[in-house]
């Protein structure tokens, strides 16, 4: 006997959505130093923002710490993506220790950036969020006090910086970029002569995951990231999918995380994942979803993505 019919449920998957390019090569990173030194393999920090990719790669043999002194100096090392400060690999170093690099090479620019500016004389000011990783490795490319933080529009009225003339910005990769461009843009009022990127340096995975949730969250009823809370650039499209016209926007974990009374009543769902979250957690939303509802599937294509990012040399193959 069949049971009552199941109520239709449109789904709209945002494409570009999940894996970044800077996260596809943090993750083989681990990968390949597990095959190259064998397990285990430490990594100094989530390698990126994601519970389910570090406990995958956790039962290959990797062990994840908070900090370089829970490593033994005989075992090699893996930096998160979202980079250090330099004290880090000069510490490891000092204690003659492999280690491996996962910063993404788009962190890495504004690092370069930011060492840039320093060398010009010009005192930094960083757009980002207290606390935050990339936030702290950022900082640390530069001696104390030479950079100062920026988190809201409103900081920029009561900031006090060395000088008003000699000033350059840079920013974190993953931030909002409509609310990044309002930092930038009352900075450029009140500093006029500010240098720094032409717009920001909010990454090209960012940028494109927010203008296509953006789209899908015009349509839909409620909209699911999949992301973790510590996750800066999955939180961002949350943020995004309510001001753009979807006030019912929440971030997932996984599918077992679903409250489904938050679903009631919902005809079209939006779909999006973090840069962090692997296409598997959008599966087995998609699969869960089957079970209550008639589903059918449109994916709504803003952008088509094809930037890879190679190995550092210390992994590539002998
Ligand atoms: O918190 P987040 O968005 O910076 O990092 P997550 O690990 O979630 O995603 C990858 C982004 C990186 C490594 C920073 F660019
Ligand atoms: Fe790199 Fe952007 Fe991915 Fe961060 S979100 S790892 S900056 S590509």
Redo the contacts with the bound molecule.
């Keep these: 006997m069949s049971g009552p019919a199941k109520p239709s449920l449109h789904v709209l998957l945002a494409a570009p959505r999940g894996f970044?390019a800077?996260?596809d090569r943090?993750i083989q990173i681990v990968e390949v130093a597990l095959e190259k030194y064998g397990a285990p393999v430490y990594v100094r920090h989530?390698i990126?923002?994601?519970k389910f990719v570090v406990q995958s790669l956790e039962a290959k043999g990797a062990i994840f710490v908070k900090e370089l002194d829970q490593v033994p100096d005989d075992r090699p090392v893996v930096f998160?993506?979202?980079g250090v400060p330099k004290a880090v690999p000069a510490e490891a170093q000092r204690r003659n220790m492999i280690y491996v690099d996962a910063t993404?090479p788009?962190?890495s620019k504004v690092h370069r950036e930011a060492e840039r500016h320093h060398k010009d004389g010009q005192h930094i000011l960083l757009i980002g969020h207290a606390g935050?990783?990339?936030v702290i490795g950022t900082m640390g490319q530069l001696p104390p006090g030479t950079v100062t933080l920026v988190e809201t529009v409103e900081d920029v009225a009561t900031l006090e910086v060395p000088a008003t003339e000699n000033l350059a910005f840079v920013t974190?990769?993953?931030l909002s970029v409509d609310d990044t461009a309002g930092i930038v843009d009352a900075l450029r009022e009140r500093f006029p002569a500010i240098s720094g990127p032409k717009r920001e340096d909010i990454?090209y995975a960012t940028t494109n995951r927010q203008a296509a949730v953006k789209v899908i969250a015009q349509r839909a009823d409620a909209v699911l990231v999949l992301?973790?809370p510590?996750?800066?650039?999955?939180m961002r499209l949350v943020e995004v999918a309510k001001v753009q016209g979807c006030p019912r926007s929440v971030l997932v974990q996984r599918a077992a995380n679903i409250d489904w009374a938050e679903l009631e009543g919902v005809a079209t769902l939006g779909i999006t994942a973090?840069?962090?979250a692997p296409e598997v957690l959008v599966d087995e939303v998609l699969a869960e979803l089957r079970q209550r509802y008639e589903v059918t599937v449109e994916e709504v294509v803003t952008a088509v993505e094809d930037v890879t990012f190679k190995l550092p040399r210390i992994l590539a193959a002998e």
């Excluded at 510590?230 to 999955?234: E, K, R």
């Design positions: 970044c800077g996260v943090a989530e990126v923002h994601n998160s993506a979202h993404c788009l962190v935050h990783p990339e974190q990769t993953t990454c992301g973790a510590n996750s800066s650039n999955s973090g840069a962090s």
